[in-house]
């Protein structure tokens, strides 16, 4: 994984509430058995017609927006616990996802994938939809070390939360793997110990 400190970025805004995991990744695409080609099928259903050409009223098929934070309503990630939908999300460049509520194992799964799911108050979220809106240059700033997320174009900003060890796995880019072998030498002499 990717070491995760901060992010400027501008915003995809999504101001969708209740996006559930087959909304993200339908059912359809979960055969593959590696995480190559999500991204190319994140929200399938709404980004693409039938024949395959792109919905020009979906904002993943809008020039005017871009970025790597993907702003969403309330309620994201709630369904199956499919961890395909945070492939699919980082398959497509999204490092962070920011909503007023996430469900927990959608939440679990990201932080598992290298995506940062962060939680700000209905009024913040408000405030950066009506901003992206007005200005699809409007850029966050958020600070994993500091847990900050700021509007660069007001200067407000709020808190997030996020467990200690997820945390700094972001920061030194391990996963769960990674973060065990990190501690191979303190496992051995502790294994030594008790011969």
């Given at each position: 994984?990717?070491?995760?400190?901060?992010?400027?970025?501008?915003?995809?805004?999504?101001?969708?509430?209740?996006v559930?995991?087959?909304?993200?990744?339908?059912?359809?695409?979960?055969?593959?058995?590696?995480?190559?080609?999500?991204?190319?099928?994140?929200?399938?259903?709404?980004?693409?017609?039938?024949?395959?050409?792109?919905?020009?009223?979906?904002?993943?098929?809008?020039?005017?927006y871009?970025?790597?934070?993907?702003?969403?309503?309330?309620?994201?990630?709630?369904?199956?616990?499919?961890?395909?939908?945070?492939?699919?999300?980082?398959?497509?460049?999204?490092?962070?996802?920011?909503?007023?509520?996430?469900?927990?194992?959608?939440?679990?799964?990201?932080?598992?994938n290298?995506?940062?799911?962060?939680?700000?108050?209905?009024?913040?979220?408000?405030?950066?939809?009506?901003?992206?809106?007005?200005?699809?240059?409007?850029?966050?700033?958020?600070?994993?070390?500091?847990?900050?997320?700021?509007?660069?174009?007001?200067?407000?900003?709020?808190?997030?939360?996020?467990?200690?060890?997820?945390?700094?796995?972001?920061?030194?880019?391990?996963?769960?793997?990674?973060?065990?072998?990190?501690?191979?030498?303190?496992?051995?002499?502790?294994?030594?110990?008790?011969k």
């Open positions: 994984m990717e070491k995760f400190v901060t992010l400027t970025s501008t915003v995809v805004p999504l101001p969708i509430e209740n559930d995991t087959d909304q993200i990744i339908p059912a359809r695409f979960l055969k593959a058995t590696n995480k190559e080609g999500f991204g190319d099928n994140l929200f399938a259903d709404w980004r693409y017609n039938k024949d395959g050409s792109p919905k020009a009223d979906f904002v993943l098929n809008n020039p005017v871009g970025g790597n934070i993907l702003v969403a309503g309330k309620n994201f990630g709630s369904g199956s616990s499919r961890e395909h939908a945070a492939w699919a999300i980082d398959g497509y460049g999204f490092k962070v996802v920011v909503s007023s509520f996430f469900a927990d194992i959608f939440k679990n799964n990201a932080l598992n290298g995506v940062l799911p962060v939680v700000v108050s209905a009024e913040f979220l408000a405030e950066i939809f009506d901003g992206a809106n007005k200005d699809p240059k409007l850029t966050l700033t958020v600070d994993l070390e500091n847990q900050t997320i700021k509007n660069n174009a007001n200067g407000k900003s709020e808190s997030f939360e996020i467990n200690s060890y997820k945390k700094e796995c972001l920061l030194k880019g391990l996963d769960d793997i990674d973060y065990l072998l990190s501690k191979r030498e303190l496992i051995e002499a502790y294994e030594a110990s008790r």
